[in-house]
């Protein structure tokens, strides 16, 4: 009876320390590389291309244990955010991958510098946190996220320190589509290591660059129709839901509004803002990558690139919108900066560098 009863005590014993002892997954280098190099990761961007590091720590050559590499990965230190997507068999692959990179005698520069006279967001964002070394110096997808999502500053919270949780919810709310959903692959920053009054200038500096309105608009060329000349305005949101929305197309001088097609008309009537007289539609909602198309039947062929309009709304994802947040109808859709193809510098025009989310 005492044997058996010892026996029992044991069993957890046994079963902790076989458990201790159970090996983590084979890593496999050429998986490990597919990862690095791969447009689901980003660890490059602050490590270098092969490792050699740049604004974070070179790891080629070092021989961390798979167990330190694993440490720094889910409980980082500094200010590299911790990221939780990851897998065993993925780190295990990552791991060893950099252990069979040459090590370097130095690490290499930052994949962007800090430009001269940099305001104090764009220090905190690109130099101090790093955020600039995925998100390029102007942090280009942040912004154009904030524009997607209407984001105030506790959204923007939520999104850095709780990246992995928000980035999934921001795309569903902005729906399919969006070349920005293809992986979560920033990090969940800590919020000791990251103050909220450093975050808050980073937000009040990104804001004040500008940002991507998501609802487009194409028009297309007159066609003849029995009564007059009729144009095509598509009208394309790829943010969140935006609500209550008023479409104004002005009125070319000369020209008289014959028919138009498109749920919600109102007429035509003087637009004491423009001081112009526009065709109105008013419209109950523009869903995540919805396409609404409104036709306009002038008395006189017009052009495309004469035709002119705004589109307001009164909300866009639950927020009241801001005194900017309007898109312009017949101006041309804003290119992409940064890493969407503007200047890695701060500027405008320079070669295209990816971007991360």
């Known amino acids: 009876m005492k044997k058996g009863f010892l026996a029992l005590l044991l ?7 076989a458990a201790a ?5 084979a890593g496999d280098p050429v998986a490990g590389k597919a990862l690095w190099d791969g447009n689901t990761t980003s660890c490059k961007n602050c490590h270098g291309t092969n490792g050699q590091g740049g604004y974070g720590p070179d790891l080629a050559g070092r021989k961390l244990t798979l167990a330190q590499f694993t440490h720094a990965v889910y409980k980082p230190w500094g200010v590299m955010p911790s990221f939780p997507q990851f897998n065993d068999k993925q780190l295990a692959d990552l791991h060893a991958y950099v252990s069979n990179l ?3 005698s130095e690490p290499a520069a930052w994949r962007f510098p800090l430009p001269a ?6 220090v905190i964002a690109l130099a ?5 070394q995925c998100h390029t110096p102007i942090l280009d997808t942040p912004r154009r996220g904030i524009a997607e999502a209407n984001g105030d500053f506790e959204w923007f919270k939520h999104m850095i320190y709780d990246h992995t949780k928000a980035m999934p919810e921001h795309c569903e709310a902005v729906g399919p589509g969006n070349p920005y959903c293809r992986a979560v692959r920033m990090g969940d920053y800590s919020r000791a290591r990251l103050q909220e009054d450093q975050l808050k200038q980073i937000y009040d500096w990104a804001v004040s660059l500008g940002l991507e309105i998501p609802v487009t608009t194409a028009i297309s060329k007159a066609a003849q129709a029995p009564n007059g000349f009729t144009n095509t305005l598509d009208v394309v949101n790829k943010g969140v839901e935006a609500d209550n929305v008023t479409i104004h197309v002005v009125v070319p001088a000369g020209v008289k509004v014959v028919t138009t097609t498109g749920d919600g008309y109102k007429g035509v009537h003087a637009d004491r803002n423009t001081k112009a007289t526009v065709a109105e539609w008013q419209v109950a909602k523009l869903m995540p990558n919805q396409k609404q198309s ?16 705004s589109i307001h709304w009164a909300t866009r994802g639950g927020r009241p919108a801001g005194p900017k947040d309007v898109a312009e109808i017949g101006g041309e859709e804003k290119k992409e900066e940064g890493g969407r193809g503007g200047a890695p510098e701060g500027g405008r025009g320079a070669a295209p560098t990816p971007p991360t989310q």
């Open 11 to 17: 069993i957890p014993t046994f079963v902790t320390v």
């Open 21 to 25: 002892q159970t090996p983590g997954p």
């Open 102 to 104: 040459p090590g370097v």
């Open 117 to 122: 006279n940099a305001p104090k967001g764009q």
């Open 128 to 132: 101090t946190i790093g955020c600039g």
């Open 294 to 309: 409104y036709s306009i039947t002038f008395s006189k062929a017009v052009e495309p690139e004469h035709i002119k309009g």
